[in-house]
């Protein structure tokens, strides 16, 4: 029996920080790290019944047990071969809006306002903004009420099963919710203006890729059979792990997702982004008044896509209620007999594009697989935190850079604790760059050096790579060595360094060792990487590739190496060949 190892797929919802490093003038590291260990669900619910899975797995989330609920059922249903009357799919449908009113409203007013209104809390607010505070409650029990009615709970319900539903709703409890969200929208409008109208820093501000279901048909949605993204790529169901990409950090029990070898976001902002044209009636209107080029390059609009998405659901609940009501006759349980197959259920959590993949034999689970959104947020919002605290460093603003990376992670409402302070700012010891060198030194690192003869300082790493080959080091090349032959290819697995002069800000000799990746992001740090090498690169080897960077004096042509300089290649030539 095949099976998927989870030892380090956490379902985190509660612990996690972000932790960056100075050195001088260069955030050196920055790190996104969830530390609540893995939630062992996969491993659970191998060997159990499909009806056991879809109980099992929403257990994954508390907040997002009806996206779990409807991805495990989806999955499910297309392994088994299982095709639910329309009645159902409205139902789960409405279930669905329910949670998304209940995450939402919750974020957005208890978890994002405080930083924008000056306050530590929601508590705490409510002494100036009582309004804000009670309205965002009721909201949130209206939610609630959504999901106990549908689904018998409002935490991991048991209502919706494989094939159907097991205890229909009244018309009285639907007339209800529909009549009940009619009457919220002026707290909804007032919702959206409020999110959307506030005046959100342009720290961070970087493109970025956006992935989200397709709902088809020209609709917007939260649920489909294949996945868009921003370029307008689709990618089938159950070709996810094409988009998906999943591996492993160090620094983090949470797994890791790119497309390309490059971070994406999912969630509201995805959504909004990627399907906003879609959308209609005051929902179409509020998004043609606010939405701005800005939403697709700022993370921070993750909140007011959020707003406007509660809107979108308020508009769509009267409307799920009356497409129900008009099919009379409640639907039984589709029974099924197929007992072996492979099924990928597609769906939005608010936090965005969750999936859940299984393969059945001989009528038990023998294989799962389940991507959540953090999952796939993760490296972009590591990559905006570093983008902010690099931002803010240059503009000697440090003491903002603890808060502006609390806020960044905030937006993105991922699945860890929201308290007040996740984000700590550490500055490096003296020549931090030796620490991380000795880190690297048992993997069998290759050395790499960059420059070019006769411009001054240019020449200092190719006067380091050498001194190194003179030393007797192997694994030391020259950049147009690396160039000529394929021996690039055959460094996969060690920690590539380049040796590089790198202008970051710095007196003359400063010596930092930077994250490669870091350098592609920053724009500030002039480096010289030739594109022969740099377009050779795997996402693995950038992601295990640093630059040992000098700050140089003069890269005039004709110059001789600075004192300054030479200094520098003579304390790392000493550090790295002792």
Not at 172 to 194: C, G, H, S, Y
Not at 314 to 332: C, G, R, S, T, Y
Not at 456 to 465: I, K, M, N, Q, Y
């Amino acid at each position: 029996m095949k099976t998927i190892s989870i030892d380090h797929l956490p379902r985190v919802e509660g612990n996690g920080g972000v932790f960056a490093t100075i050195d001088g003038h260069v955030i050196t590291e920055v790190k996104l790290v969830i530390n609540e260990g893995p939630r062992l669900i996969e491993r659970l619910t191998v060997g159990k019944t499909p009806e056991e899975d879809v109980s099992i797995a929403p257990r994954i989330c508390a907040i997002c047990s009806v996206s779990h609920k409807n991805a495990a059922l989806r999955a499910m249903e297309n392994a088994l071969g299982v095709k639910v009357q329309p009645k159902i799919t409205l139902l789960r449908e409405l279930a669905h809006m329910g949670e998304f009113i209940e995450s939402h409203s919750l974020h957005v007013y208890y978890l994002a306002l405080p930083d924008y209104v000056g306050f530590p809390n929601a508590i705490a607010m409510a002494s100036k903004f009582p309004f804000e505070v009670k309205i965002a409650l009721e909201m949130k029990q209206f939610g609630n009420a959504i999901m106990k009615n549908l689904n018998g709970r409002m935490i991991h319900g048991e209502n919706m099963v494989i094939g159907g539903f097991g205890s229909f709703p009244t018309r009285e409890d639907l007339v209800w919710i529909k009549n009940r969200a009619i009457q919220f929208m002026p707290f909804v409008f007032r919702t959206v203006e409020l999110f959307c109208g506030l005046d959100y820093p342009t720290v961070p501000e970087s493109d970025t890729l956006y992935a989200c279901c397709e709902p088809g048909n020209g609709q917007y949605g939260f649920w489909g059979e294949e996945i868009i993204l921003s370029t307008g790529e689709k990618v089938a169901r159950d070709d996810y792990k094409s988009l998906t990409n999943e591996f492993l950090v160090s620094h983090s029990y949470c797994k890791r997702s790119h497309y390309k070898g490059n971070p994406y976001s999912v969630g509201a902002l995805a959504r909004v982004n990627v399907l906003g044209e879609r959308l209609q009636g005051e929902s179409a209107k509020m998004y043609k008044k606010y939405f701005s080029p800005r939403w697709k390059k700022n993370p921070l609009f993750h909140n007011a896509a959020q707003a406007l998405e509660i809107l979108y659901c308020f508009e769509k609940v009267p409307e799920l209620v009356d497409e129900i009501l008009a099919i009379p006759e409640n639907p039984p349980v589709v029974p099924y007999t197929t007992k072996t197959g492979k099924g990928t259920g597609l769906v939005e959590a608010p936090r965005g594009l969750l999936i859940h993949h299984y393969e059945v034999k001989d009528g038990l689970v023998s294989d799962v697989d389940i991507i959540t959104p953090t999952a796939q947020n993760a490296e972009d919002i590591e990559r905006y935190c570093y983008l902010a605290a690099q931002k803010l460093l240059d503009e000697g603003k440090e003491d903002a850079i603890r808060d502006r990376m609390d806020l960044v992670v905030r937006a993105f409402d991922p699945c860890i604790s929201c308290s007040v302070h996740m984000a700590e700012v550490k500055r490096a010891p003296s020549d931090d760059w030796k620490k991380k060198l000795a880190e690297l030194q048992p993997a069998g690192p290759a050395f790499i050096g960059i420059g070019k003869e006769g411009r001054s300082d240019d020449r200092a790493g190719l006067d380091l790579a050498a001194g190194m080959k003179e030393a007797g080091m192997e694994n030391v090349y020259l950049e147009t060595e690396i160039e000529e032959d394929h021996s690039l290819e055959g460094l996969a697995g060690r920690p590539l360094i380049f040796l590089d002069i790198v202008n970051m800000g710095e007196p003359a000799g400063k010596i930092a060792m930077l994250p490669l990746q870091h350098v592609f992001w920053n724009a500030v740090l002039s480096h010289r990487l030739l594109p022969a090498v740099s377009n050779r690169l795997t996402y693995d080897q950038i992601k295990n590739a640093y630059i040992l960077g000098i700050q140089p004096e003069s890269i005039e042509e004709g110059g001789r190496l600075s004192n300054s300089v030479r200094a520098a290649v003579e304390k790392i030539l000493e550090e790295i060949t002792n």
